[in-house]
Nanobody, 115 residues
C-alpha cells in the first residue's frame, strides 16, 4: 500500500516562501506523474503542479512563475517550492501520485498566507 505524507505547511506572510515536501513509503520511480493539488474553503480541489518521471512539469496559470515542483527519485520525495505567496494561495495542499491506473493521495498540509 502506497503512503504519501506531506510536510512543510504553515503560516506565512504575503510575499513569503514555503517549501512543501511529499515523502512516499516506497520508490517513486514508477509513479508517473506526481503532483500537488490544493483545496481552499468552499472550493473544489484544483491542480497546482505536476511532474513526470522524466521531469516534465506543468503548472496552473495561477502559480506559474512562483511555484516550482521537483522530484528526487533517490529520496522518494516530491517537493513544491512556493515563492511570492499570496493570500489566495491559502489552502490545504495534497500530494498526488499515479501508479498505473491507481491514484494515491496524501492527507494534506495546511498553508495559510496572512499578515
Amino acid at each position: 500500500q502506497v503512503q504519501l505524507v506531506e510536510s512543510g505547511g504553515g503560516l506565512v506572510q504575503p510575499g513569503g516562501s514555503l517549501r512543501l515536501s511529499c515523502a512516499a513509503s516506497g520508490s517513486i520511480f514508477s509513479f508517473n506523474p506526481m503532483g500537488w493539488f490544493r483545496q481552499s474553503s468552499g472550493k473544489q480541489r484544483e491542480l497546482v503542479a505536476t511532474i513526470t518521471r522524466s521531469g516534465n512539469t506543468y503548472y496552473a496559470d495561477s502559480v506559474k512563475g512562483r511555484f516550482t515542483i521537483s522530484r528526487d527519485n533517490a529520496k522518494n520525495t516530491v517537493d513544491l517550492q512556493m515563492n511570492s505567496l499570496k493570500p489566495e494561495d491559502t489552502a490545504n495542499y495534497y500530494c498526488n501520485a499515479w501508479y498505473g491506473t491507481n491514484n494515491y493521495w496524501g492527507q494534506g498540509t495546511r498553508v495559510t498566507v496572512s499578515s
